[in-house]
Nanobody, 115 residues
Framework: QLQLVESGGGLVQPGGSLRLSCTAS????????IAWFRQSPGQERDWIGC????????YYRDSVKGRFTISRDNAKNTVYLQMNTLKPEDTAVYYC????????WGQGTQVTVSS
């Protein structure tokens, strides 16, 4: 059973940066491709990007390309989402997702971009 925990969210000014972490509190993260999603109030949960198990491949939605970077440290059982040049429209709850035979979700972490 894989249990995912997101952390690192908070309040940041426009143009600022945050790094989110997705850690497996139980289970091994390294065998899963990991995706990040976000959800704003009243909106659907949107895919942001993903990283392959080996860290060889990453993919991003167009609106975050060049600003967000996904990386992983399998030795630490953690995947990161580095977010730079944040905009108010990036405000959302951010979730990580591990998809295998079963799909696992974390509880989410709130990111608020506001002056």
């Amino acid at each position: 059973q894989l249990q995912l925990v997101e952390s690192g969210g908070g309040l940041v000014q426009p143009g600022g940066s945050l790094r989110l972490s997705c850690t497996a509190s139980s289970g091994t993260l390294s065998v899963y491709p990991i995706a990040w999603f976000r959800q704003s109030p009243g909106q659907e949960r949107d895919w942001i990007g993903c990283i392959s198990e080996s860290d060889r491949f990453t993919y991003y939605r167009d609106s975050v390309k060049g600003r967000f970077t996904i990386s992983r440290d399998n030795a630490k059982n953690t995947v990161y989402l580095q977010m730079n040049t944040l905009k108010p429209e990036d405000t959302a709850v951010y979730y990580c997702n591990a998809r295998g035979i079963i799909t696992y979700w974390g509880q989410g972490t709130q990111v608020t971009v506001s002056s």
